[in-house]
């Protein structure tokens, strides 16, 4: 177990490492445990407390049976475009995203927690790294490859 299995920085490892291997088809993947450190949950010692991943597995729900592709810009972004887009960030500094679509909401899983972008702050946004960016399905990165 490494000490930064239930952090940001996994989570955003995870769903990169989801998103390579989506176009292999495979019929699941198995990506942790249920509780501890590397899991879902955490015991608190007050009871259970969710850890990123919880939030990751509930936004990777949302995309079940739903027709996926791979998304990416280097090494800095890559993720899963469907019904919604979950992009990992990861770099060694913060990553300028450009949009496009409607106006809406981003949802910013980092080191900090969670946050909602949406407006001005979001069409000028730099995400910090490591995160998780979910942005709803009216808004698409401006640029990348599947």
């Given amino acids: 177990m490494h000490r930064r299995d239930g952090s940001v920085f ?3 490892w995870l769903l990169a490492a989801i998103a390579r291997l989506v176009p292999l088809g495979p ?3 198995c990506a942790g445990t249920t509780i501890g450190p590397a899991g879902v949950v955490i015991n608190s010692g007050d009871g259970y407390a969710a850890t990123p991943r919880l939030r990751l597995h509930a936004w990777l729900a949302e995309l079940a049976g ?4 791979v998304w990416s810009r280097g090494e800095s972004l890559t993720g899963l475009a469907g019904a919604s ?3 990992a960030v990861i770099a ?5 995203l450009q949009l496009t ?3 809406g909401a981003a ?3 980092g080191a900090g927690g969670v946050r909602s972008l949406e407006g001005p702050s979001l069409e000028s946004s ?4 490591p995160g998780i960016v979910r942005l709803p399905g009216n808004l698409r990165p401006a640029t990348g490859h599947g």
């Fill in 92 to 96: 060694d500094g913060e990553v300028a």
């Fill in 66 to 69: 739903e027709p996926v592709t």
């Fill in 107 to 109: 949802t910013l899983l």
């Fill in 85 to 87: 887009t979950l992009l």
């Fill in 10 to 12: 996994a989570c955003a």
């Fill in 27 to 29: 019929a699941r993947i």
């Fill in 126 to 129: 730099s995400l910090e790294s």
């Fill in 101 to 103: 679509g409607a106006s």
